[in-house]
T-cell receptor, first 115, second 114 residues
Framework: SAVISQKPSRDICQRGTSLTIQCQVD?????MFWYRQQPGQSLTLIAT?????????ESGFVIDKFPISRPNLTFSTLTVSNMSPEDSSIYLC????????????FGEGSWLTVV | AQSVAQPEDQVNVAEGNPLTVKCTYS??????LFWYVQYPNRGLQFLLK??????LVKGSYGFEAEFNKSQTSFHLKKPSALVSDSALYFC????????????FGAGTILRVKS
């Protein structure tokens, strides 16, 4: 299975600031995704990170709030901009590739608390 | 669009007893179904999947799931529960129409008591 590393693992952020989360995979993967898990909730897809082009955002998520980069096939970043307490969540990177035998794997998540 | 339902918010079972965590799905084509587990303060760990083939799928930590096409269900099972199985369990379906994303159920908390 793919090994996915996320940084930071946890952070406490001030209201109005921005934070960038990094996701590094130990192998080249076709697709990378960013999910959000709000406290006590299930996971919701924010966007699909596309290598070399703009990310594809789900309904309710916009690029100005959650800019995403994917410069190559092993790395992606998600920025949470102008944070408010409602952004306090776990943000999870996930990957899919034919080499992972149709399985989507997740990182350990980045636990953000906005104060 | 694909969807998944986990009808139970919480399942309680005694250690050593069999456990079942329920999941039903709605898809327009062939389902790709997954179970994940989330332990406290951890990310999601893959347990097992159904893509095609045998209806009984075996996964990690002694878990298995039975795909039932007529009932559109994919229930997670384990013959003998452990206290360490206590966690949050998510059923998910892969949405092939929309870029392979996963659509998750609401999650079921499993509590195993000794």
């Amino acid at each position: 299975s793919a090994v996915i590393s996320q940084k930071p693992s946890r952070d406490i952020c001030q209201r109005g600031t921005s934070l960038t989360i990094q996701c590094q995979v130990d192998s080249q993967v076709t697709m990378m995704f960013w999910y959000r898990q709000q406290p006590g909730q299930s996971l919701t897809l924010i966007a699909t990170a596309n290598q070399g082009s703009e990310a594809t955002y789900e309904s309710g998520f916009v690029i100005d709030k959650f800019p995403i980069s994917r410069p190559n096939l092993t790395f992606s970043t998600l920025t949470v901009s102008n944070m408010s307490p409602e952004d306090s969540s776990i943000y999870l990177c996930s990957v899919w590739d034919s080499l992972t035998q149709n399985t989507i794997y997740f990182g350990e998540g980045s636990w953000l608390t906005v104060v | 669009a694909q969807s998944v339902a986990q009808p139970e918010d919480q399942v309680n079972v005694a250690e050593g007893n069999p456990l079942t965590v329920k999941c039903t799905y709605s898809v327009s084509g062939n389902p790709y179904l997954f179970w994940y587990v989330q332990y406290p303060n951890r990310g999601l760990q893959f347990l097992l999947k159904y893509i095609t083939g045998d209806n009984l799928v075996k996964g990690s930590y002694g878990f298995e799931a039975e795909f039932n096409k007529s009932q559109t269900s994919f229930h997670l099972k384990k013959p003998s529960a452990l206290v360490s199985d206590s966690a949050l369990y998510f059923c998910a379906v892969r949405d092939l129409e929309y870029g392979n994303k996963l659509v998750f159920g609401a999650g079921t908390i499993l509590r195993v008591k000794s």
